[in-house]
């Protein structure tokens, strides 16, 4: 492979391309600063972010776009045809060579790439492939790869994609078909599910394969996940996570990232888009208590229409949502940590999932007080509500809004929840 000589045009590329990826939420926060100041030779170079797996562990990806020239004109991105900005796209063999490079020098793991719409969406596909083939076959690379999937990519492709990287992802946007036509309109919501379910399919085919053949190569092993923006169309939370659940279990999503609105100007002057919704700044906690009522869906058992209903379509701002369920459903209340099966347990507020397995685990062979209960990790200050241990209370779940005012504006601690994997 080629070396790379010319440095000042690449850093000038790595700092446009990894500040326009930094809008993708579907791997986690980019340009995390740090020492580094985007120089080479440093800790931190430009466009490197750090993403939780799902057992915890923090990784660094290089987070960059192919490309930043894109044909299409979503209102709420930065990189839209109709923006004034400066337009620069890599070769394959600068990215093989970038990304080799920042692995041996440890400041990455891996390499999330996405890129705009500068041709059709095979050609753009098949490079995005190019890069990751070339870097598995040719340099060798074992590290961690997700590649965005280009809306309209064929199914060929897409499988090819998979057989290269560890996760794929077609972003869904926003959350209907309404808002797509309002805010992107060349994009559809038909077009990006056809994709989503040809991983699905692929995925199983794969699994079925390697049943069979233990050595059948495999096919995007960490998954698919989505990205849904927050608060630049008018949907409420109650669509959004309807949606999410139907994600999940439809296209067996690994995740769903939502991402706050930024408002971004109209020309990269700051003019607002008259599509967009005039926010004095991004939505976050909105974004956090989506995240929250998702931590919910995936592994306390909750379905979407558990979490919000029809009289209630927005996640209460003030009050982890957990917490909202079980002072709208105080007739559930106390459960008694000694008796209470797991689903039950997983509906306490200050209850994890993992403290949860240890209730059920330990009071095999002893019954639990509430000193056990804090030393396994329960939230007491909020699960002193809603449990009893073998018939001794702490408190009285008999009045929501005193409830409700001393457990106000924490952060949902009971819920314990990592924010971002890739
Ligand atoms: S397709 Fe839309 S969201 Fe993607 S880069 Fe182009 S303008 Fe941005």
Redesign the pocket.
Known sequence: MSSITDFGALQEKIAVLAGAAKYDASCATSGSGGRGGGRFGQCLPAGVCHSWTEDGRCVSLLKVLFS?V?R???A??????SADTRRLSFSVEELVELTVQFYRRNYIEGLFLSS??FADPDIVMEKLIATARALRREAGFAGYIHLKII?GTGEKLIREAGLWADRLSANI?LPTEKSLAAL?P??SGKVIFSAMRDVRDTSAENAEDRKRLRSAPVFAPAGQSTQLIVGASSEDDRRILSLSGALYRRFGMRRVYYSAFIPVGVNGRGLPDPRLPDLPGPPLVREHRLYQADWLLRFYHFSPEEVLDESSPFLDPHLDPKTAWALKHLDFFPIDINRAPYETLLRAPGIGAKTARRIIETRRRRALSFDTLRRMGAVLKRARYFVTCSGARLDHPDDAARIRRLLSDSDGAGLQLPLFDF
């Open positions: 930043n894109c299409f004109d979503c709420y991105c930065v990189n839209r045809a705009g719409i809306p946007e992107a060349q994009k």
